[in-house]
């Protein structure tokens, strides 16, 4: 009786806008030439930005979405339903899973690891991502947020390095080496590029990484939504006939105001999207009020997402937002300007 190898099964985690889509991203451009990669994405809004993203640029890559934010939760459920379905529509070589970054990783870990045998994977080493633009030594220790996915990794990724100095990156390096339980690896790198070791270390046993098996073992103990999701925190989404065609310029001064002032009253913590525009498709991102505007690949329509608090922000007024004419007076008081 031939045995069907068993799929090696990556968890790609991390806060919002850390970088995760890009890593993986980066490892579909190197490997889906002679690997055949199932990738399922859980999307913080309901759109499944992301998945058309890696679909668009990597389309041998099978990708399939699970949409609405936290796969911990209300999509937890799917989780191994989905899983099958990549595994089994066709032969992979590899599976990678992109948490949300409202999701905890443990609760997916925890869930996995006991469903290896009737879903044929062999879960490998996770990796998590953190922004070294946030990293804080203070604020990373005592917000839960952020010991939600440091307890998680056996590999810790601090991505973003091209915008920091060389003395935050060595603190933040020194402050990982201290962690309980320790890691397999702690890897700096920018723009999401990781090597393609940190996806072939050897999987952790109890005699060669026992503190960080511990680590996991004691989420198991706390699912009672113990990754502290804020409710005032509220996803959007809208998607437009690729013939709606936006001006460039207006679309990204606008997304800049809005995510620097805010829609009436409500902070817009992330935003991302890709837009028919007259100069072609374009993909934007603003996390941290940080913007990243780049070339995509064509779409079969137009789509954005977004995170607003401490209330709703409706997709009607979204898009009359980043859609009116721009007001160069209000633009200049803005920035001070005379």
């Not at 995760?20 to 980066?26: D, E, G, Y």
């Not at 399939?64 to 936290?70: A, D, Q």
């Not at 379905?85 to 990678?96: F, G, K, P, S, Y």
């Not at 913007?291 to 401490?310: G, I």
Request: charged residues 20%; glycine residues 6%.
């Amino acid at each position: 009786m031939t045995t069907t190898p068993k799929t090696p099964c990556h968890i790609v985690a991390g806060p919002l806008g850390v970088g995760k889509t890009s890593a993986i991203l980066n490892y579909l451009r190197h490997h889906a030439s002679r690997e055949r990669v199932g990738v399922l994405v859980n999307d913080f809004g309901p759109v499944g930005l992301d998945s058309t993203t890696l679909q668009a640029e990597a389309p041998m890559t099978k990708v399939l979405n699970v949409p609405g934010g936290c796969i911990c939760c209300t999509m937890l459920a799917e989780l191994p339903r989905c899983i099958h379905r990549l595994v089994t529509e066709q032969t992979l070589d590899r599976l990678i899973i992109e948490p949300s970054g409202m999701a905890s990783p443990a609760q997916v870990i925890d869930l996995l690891r006991g469903a290896q045998r009737e879903l044929n994977i062999s879960l490998q080493p996770a990796i998590v991502m953190l922004s070294t633009v946030d990293f804080d030594e203070e604020t990373f220790e005592q917000r839960a947020y952020y010991h939600m996915f440091c307890e998680a990794a056996d590999i810790l990724v601090f991505n973003r390095c091209d915008q920091v100095s060389e003395s935050k990156i060595k603190r933040a390096q020194q402050w990982a080496d201290k962690l309980d339980p320790p890691k397999l690896r702690v890897f700096t790198t920018s723009h999401g590029q990781l090597p393609s070791e940190l996806f072939d270390l050897p999987v952790a046993t109890p005699q060669t990484h026992e503190p960080a098996a511990r680590g996991h073992d004691h989420h198991r103990h706390h699912h009672h939504h113990d990754h502290s999701h804020d409710s005032s925190v509220h996803p959007g989404g809208f998607v437009l006939d690729a013939g709606r065609s936006f001006d460039e310029k207006v679309l990204l001064v606008n997304l800049m105001r809005v995510c620097h002032q805010g829609i009436a009253e409500n902070q817009v913590l992330r935003l991302k999207g890709v837009f028919h525009t007259h100069t072609g498709w374009q993909s934007i991102e603003i996390a941290n009020r940080e913007v990243s505007f780049r070339p995509s690949a064509h779409r079969r329509d137009n789509r954005m997402e977004w995170l607003t608090q401490p209330g709703v922000v409706d997709q009607t007024r979204m898009l009359m937002e980043i859609d009116r004419p721009l007001d160069w007076r209000e633009i200049a008081q803005s920035l001070n300007v005379n």
